[in-house]
Nanobody
Framework: QVRLVESGGGLVQPGGSLRLSCAAS????????MGWYRQAPGKQRELVAV???????NYADSVKGRFTISRDNAKNTVYLEMNSLKPDDTAVYYC?????????WGQGTQVTVSS
């Protein structure tokens, strides 16, 4: 059984920073692409950033230059460094991983950007 556990969400003022982490545990073989998605109230879940096993990255236009995705394969962990946060970044953030041909989601962590 594979489990993804996220951490690092919270309340931050506009212009602030947060770092999200997501660690995989359980029967883990090879981990392929890792990613972060988010869902704001009343909106569909959307891609934030993804990183391949070869460290190629892709970002949503709305976060380019402000967010950075990275991974530590030894720790089965993906990170999302978020800077210059805006109120529009408020959402539940979910990590996603392809593990041994299966696709897995974390439980989500709330990020609220507000003064």
């Amino acid at each position: 059984q594979v489990r993804l556990v996220e951490s690092g969400g919270g309340l931050v003022q506009p212009g602030g920073s947060l770092r999200l982490s997501c660690a995989a545990s359980g029967s883990i073989g090879s981990i392929g692409t890792m990613g972060w998605y988010r869902q704001a109230p009343g909106k569909q879940r959307e891609l934030v950033a993804v990183i391949t096993r070869g460290d190629s990255t892709n970002y949503a236009d709305s976060v380019k230059g402000r967010f950075t995705i990275s991974r530590d394969n030894a720790k089965n962990t993906v990170y999302l460094e978020m800077n210059s946060l805006k109120p529009d970044d408020t959402a539940v953030y979910y990590c996603n991983m392809w593990i041994s041909r299966g696709n897995y989601w974390g439980q989500g962590t709330q990020v609220t950007v507000s003064s």
